[in-house]
């Protein structure tokens, strides 16, 4: 029985019996449990036993986070700061998306009484020139325009 992310279109990603299929572009079959997929993106199977880093070379940065269940709140934080839009754009980032049970350390109310400017301060925060020394990536992914990294805590900009 496939378990589908909540917040992400059946389309987008499905996890079936612990295989993560990030597919676009075709119709699949796994474990005998077919799926739709929408178009734009190659597949990309994760699977516990996979290496950490993963390529989607032609999605953007802001398409990767848009579609990892794990980074949800995080892409809700670059929607509405408006940073989202730039991450789609021409460049190359570098972003620290925090999984999302990471938030849960926050002392409530922080993210959800910040102003439209505090919040596009955070989520640029996210958004580095390297990998800063003491963050644990959880997990690597490169897109066309950068490399989202899936870290352990929340980068609070400073005060």
Same mark, same amino acid.
């Given at each position: 029985?496939?378990?589908?992310?909540?917040?992400?279109?059946?389309?987008?990603?499905?996890?079936?019996?612990?295989?993560?299929?990030?597919?676009?572009?075709?119709?699949?079959?796994?474990?005998?449990?077919?799926?739709?997929?929408?178009?734009?993106?190659?597949?990309?199977?994760?699977?516990?036993?996979?290496?950490?880093? +993963?390529?989607?070379?032609?999605?953007?940065?802001?398409?990767? /986070?848009? &579609?990892? $269940? #794990?980074?949800?709140? *995080? =892409?809700? @934080?670059?929607?509405?700061?408006? +940073?989202?839009?730039?991450?789609?754009?021409?460049?190359?980032? /570098?972003? &620290?998306? $925090? #999984?999302?049970?990471? *938030? =849960?350390? @926050?002392?409530?109310?922080?993210?959800?009484?910040?102003?439209?400017?505090?919040?596009?301060?955070?989520?640029?925060?996210?958004?580095?020139?390297?990998?800063?020394?003491?963050?644990?990536?959880?997990?690597?992914?490169?897109?066309?325009?950068?490399?989202?990294?899936?870290?352990?805590?929340?980068?609070?900009?400073?005060?």
């Amino acid at each position: 029985m496939p378990v589908f992310a909540p917040h992400t279109p059946r389309s987008a990603l499905a996890v079936l019996s612990g295989t993560m299929i990030l597919s676009l572009g075709a119709w699949g079959v796994s474990d005998g449990i077919s799926f739709a997929a929408a178009a734009a993106v190659p597949a990309v199977v994760q699977t516990p036993a996979a290496a950490k880093v +993963v390529e989607i070379s032609t999605s953007t940065v802001r398409d990767i /986070i848009a &579609l990892l $269940p #794990q980074t949800d709140r *995080f =892409d809700l @934080l670059l929607y509405n700061s408006g +940073v989202g839009k730039d991450l789609a754009g021409p460049g190359y980032y /570098i972003v &620290l998306a $925090p #999984q999302n049970n990471y *938030f =849960d350390y @926050l002392a409530p109310g922080t993210i959800s009484h910040l102003t439209r400017q505090e919040a596009k301060e955070l989520a640029r925060n996210h958004v580095r020139e390297s990998l800063p020394e003491g963050v644990t990536v959880l997990k690597e992914y490169r897109g066309a325009n950068g490399v989202v990294y899936v870290i352990d805590t929340v980068l609070m900009p400073p005060q």
